[in-house]
């Protein structure tokens, strides 16, 4: 029996998040995936190679060798490769994850961006001035 952790770990991390939570639990996350799969009638072995799988992956990535077509199982020592369309193959996947880092950066920076716009801003010249968020103040002034 084949059980996606993946999928049963990003369904419990949606239920968090939409519950509001700003610490999730990684611990909490496996358990939940492990309870999820329903490892005392799931096939164990799945589960190792599963693990071991990572774990090569890890190591080959570690070693600057880098997959040559997602989900094969072909890495390439970019160490020792001399063919240039290889080389480019690869580098257009580190491209994509570059993206995926750069998308990262982005989403941070964006949320930094909000609570800018939602801290509150007091006004010491005036006192008797309102308490405000900072957006509201530069959506004021333009």
């Known amino acids: 029996m084949k059980t996606n952790i993946l999928s049963n770990a990003r369904l419990y991390i949606l239920e968090r998040k939409q519950a509001g939570e700003v610490f999730i639990s990684s611990d909490a ?4 995936t492990v309870k999820m799969c329903d490892v005392e009638e799931s096939d164990r072995n799945y589960f190792f190679d599963y693990y071991v799988n990572s774990m090569v992956t890890i190591a080959l990535n570690m070693n600057n060798c880098y ?8 890495f390439v020592n970019v160490d020792a490769c001399r063919d240039r369309a290889v080389l480019e193959q690869l580098l257009g996947y580190a491209d994509k994850d570059i993206e995926s880092d750069s ?6 920076k964006r949320r930094l961006r909000q609570l800018d716009f939602e801290q509150m801003f007091i006004d010491l010249d005036n006192p008797s001035a309102s308490i405000q968020t900072v957006g509201d103040v530069i959506a004021a002034a333009m």
């Open 29 to 32: 996350v496996k358990e939940w």
């Open 67 to 74: 997959s040559k077509e997602r989900g094969e199982g072909v």
């Open 103 to 108: 998308s990262r950066y982005a989403v941070i």
